[in-house]
Nanobody
Framework: QVRLVESGGGSVQAGGSLTLSCAAS????????????MAWFRQVPGKEREGVAL????????WYADDVKGRFAISQDRAKNTLYLQMGGLKPDDTAMYFC???????????????????WGQGTQVTVSS
């Protein structure tokens, strides 16, 4: 079992920045000793959960959704077993509940759809006002 705990959400004005954190724990060996796909998803009421950014624990090359490219950056601190999402140039359309997700994968090609992910955090709300 993997436990994911997000933090860092909040309210910000358009153009502002936030950094989300996701602390991973609970696997037999810490998450960053194994091969996992790690991702950030977001969801607004009435819509499907969508992938925002993802990265494999063994591969520094990330993937981003088109509408966040150049504004968001995903990163990971292996020593702290923590995943981050730095969000800049925030827009009202970025308002959503943001979730951290993970699944065990030896392949460094990570899924972009929520169904691929086995472990989820509880979510952290990001609200961007105009």
């Amino acid at each position: 079992q993997v436990r994911l705990v997000e933090s860092g959400g909040g309210s910000v004005q358009a153009g502002g920045s936030l950094t989300l954190s996701c602390a991973a724990s609970g696997y037999t060996i810490q998450v960053y000793d194994r091969s996992f796909c790690m991702a950030w998803f977001r969801q607004v009421p009435g819509k499907e959960r969508e992938g925002v950014a993802l990265i494999h624990t063994g591969d520094p090359e990330p993937w981003y959704a088109d509408d966040v490219k150049g504004r968001f950056a995903i990163s990971q601190d292996r020593a702290k077993n923590t995943l981050y999402l730095q969000m800049g140039g925030l827009k009202p359309d970025d308002t959503a509940m943001y979730f951290c997700a993970a699944y065990r994968s030896d392949s460094m090609t990570c899924g972009t759809l929520s169904g691929a992910y086995d472990y989820w955090g509880q979510g952290t709300q990001v609200t961007v006002s105009s």
